[in-house]
């Protein structure tokens, strides 16, 4: 691993600057790329319970889009008021309780769509996706 060099000024050397810059490039692009291949794969395990309605990826595209915001006000939250050693630390508690939920499948304790509220049934769909419960719906 390349550390970052700091020179006696107090300032970072370029090239230093420029891994770290690939760095969280890469990181930003691998958390991209996942988000947006879990949410089409999951979308599609839920879609024949209700009927297969434009609604279910409608529901899904704003559940998953307020995760990826909910992700940002987390990161916003851990760097701004956590010393840098403890924000890892949790970060790598929180990533470690998401690889435990791998793979996702559909909550099987949900039963079928009810016939009115179906909106909030899919989003507690989506929130409750576990591996712990993997009978199909």
Do not use: C, D
Request: net charge positive.
């Amino acid at each position: 691993m390349t550390t970052l060099h700091i020179s006696q000024n107090g300032r970072a050397s370029e090239a230093g600057l420029a891994v770290l810059a690939g760095l969280f490039s890469a990181t930003l692009f691998l958390s991209a790329l996942l988000l947006f291949s879990i949410q089409p794969m999951f979308t599609k395990m839920v879609l024949p319970v209700p009927g297969g309605s434009p609604g279910v990826w409608s529901i899904a595209m704003v559940f998953f889009q307020a995760l990826l915001l909910a992700g940002y006000v987390y990161a916003h939250l851990l760097t701004r008021y956590l010393p840098l050693r403890m924000a890892a630390l949790m970060h790598l508690a929180l990533n470690g309780l998401a690889i435990a939920s791998l793979p996702v499948s559909a909550a099987a304790a949900q039963g079928g769509p009810p016939e009115q509220g179906q909106a909030l049934w899919l989003i507690s769909v989506f929130a409750l996706a576990t591996r712990l419960q993997t009978h199909k719906l």
